[in-house]
């Protein structure tokens, strides 16, 4: 096969040849990181990566001073994935339900009203009756899950768990989320596990995003955080 060279068309370092139809052609350089794409029957050209479909946002962790972890300032994604692992906390675990809240404006407001829920619980092998709720937040586990001292059933490590919200970007009237949080204690050989589903009626970009808990004296103390943006 004949190849016919164009002559005066010389290569800088880092160009890729094609054939132009005609004579063998050179692309420029490109940059660090960008990709070689076809256009077809056109010169290739170079691009920027693809996006990533999951983004890591940033990764919290409890360290006893504070009763949340939130993260602020979000925006470009319309759904998150959030993903905890051993968040810890000093309170009894009566009203001490790990809870998600949400808030919006780059002045920031946190929406306390009008959260709506479905929670059903799984407790060392017995399924309690699943309830229907609305709240100043969503109520993402059960009431023993996190415990780290009192006594008897719901003396826990921790939680851990993963959520997807969706709908955050504002350009519809609704949020929604669903996930699991489940815990382990060796010691007393209990576990729980926690179902949950819940919408929100809000037709603002959310901003922020906050996990908690109902009993708002407690301490987080140990565990890590984890959110992502979701971009597909």
Same mark, same amino acid.
């Given at each position: 096969?004949?190849?016919?060279?164009?002559?005066? %068309?010389? =290569?800088?370092?880092?160009?890729?040849?094609?054939?132009?139809?005609?004579?063998?052609? !050179?692309?420029?350089? +490109?940059?660090?990181?960008?990709?070689?794409?076809? %256009?077809?029957?056109?010169?290739?050209?170079?691009?920027?990566? =693809?996006?990533?479909?999951? #983004?890591?946002?940033?990764?919290?962790?409890? %360290?006893?001073?504070?009763?949340?972890?939130?993260?602020?300032?979000?925006?470009?994604?319309?759904?998150?994935?959030?993903? @905890?692992?051993?968040?810890?906390?000093?309170?009894?675990?009566?009203?001490?339900?790990?809870?998600?809240?949400?808030?919006?404006?780059?002045?920031?407001?946190?929406?306390?009203?009008?959260?709506? @829920?479905? %929670?059903?619980? #799984?407790?060392? +092998?017995?399924?309690?009756?699943?309830?229907?709720?609305?709240?100043?937040?969503?109520?993402?586990?059960?009431?023993?899950?996190?415990?780290?001292?009192?006594? +008897?059933?719901?003396?826990? =490590?921790?939680?851990?768990?993963?959520?997807?919200?969706?709908?955050?970007?504002?350009?519809?009237?609704?949020?929604?989320?669903?996930? #699991?949080?489940? #815990?382990?204690?060796?010691?007393?050989?209990?576990?729980?596990?926690?179902?949950?589903? +819940?919408?929100?009626?809000?037709?603002?970009? &959310?901003?922020?995003?906050?996990?908690? !808990?109902?009993?708002?004296?407690?301490?987080? &103390?140990?565990?890590?955080?984890?959110?992502?943006?979701?971009?597909?």
């Amino acid at each position: 096969m004949t190849i016919i060279v164009n002559g005066s %068309n010389t =290569p800088t370092a880092g160009a890729v040849g094609y054939g132009d139809g005609t004579n063998l052609a !050179f692309t420029s350089a +490109g940059t660090t990181g960008q990709f070689l794409q076809s %256009n077809g029957s056109s010169a290739p050209s170079w691009v920027g990566a =693809p996006a990533s479909a999951m #983004t890591l946002i940033s990764t919290l962790t409890a %360290n006893n001073t504070s009763p949340y972890l939130q993260w602020t300032g979000l925006s470009g994604y319309d759904k998150y994935h959030l993903v @905890f692992n051993n968040i810890l906390h000093t309170g009894f675990h009566t009203s001490a339900q790990p809870n998600l809240q949400l808030g919006t404006g780059a002045t920031l407001t946190w929406i306390t009203s009008s959260y709506q @829920f479905y %929670n059903s619980c #799984t407790y060392n +092998g017995n399924t309690f009756t699943g309830f229907n709720s609305s709240g100043s937040s969503w109520i993402i586990g059960g009431q023993y899950i996190g415990q780290v001292n009192g006594s +008897g059933a719901g003396y826990t =490590p921790g939680i851990i768990g993963t959520i997807e919200i969706a709908g955050c970007s504002g350009t519809t009237s609704l949020q929604s989320f669903n996930g #699991t949080t489940q #815990t382990y204690n060796a010691t007393t050989a209990g576990y729980e596990i926690d179902t949950s589903t +819940g919408s929100l009626n809000n037709a603002t970009a &959310i901003t922020a995003i906050r996990i908690s !808990f109902s009993d708002t004296s407690v301490t987080l &103390i140990s565990g890590t955080a984890s959110l992502y943006g979701i971009s597909s």
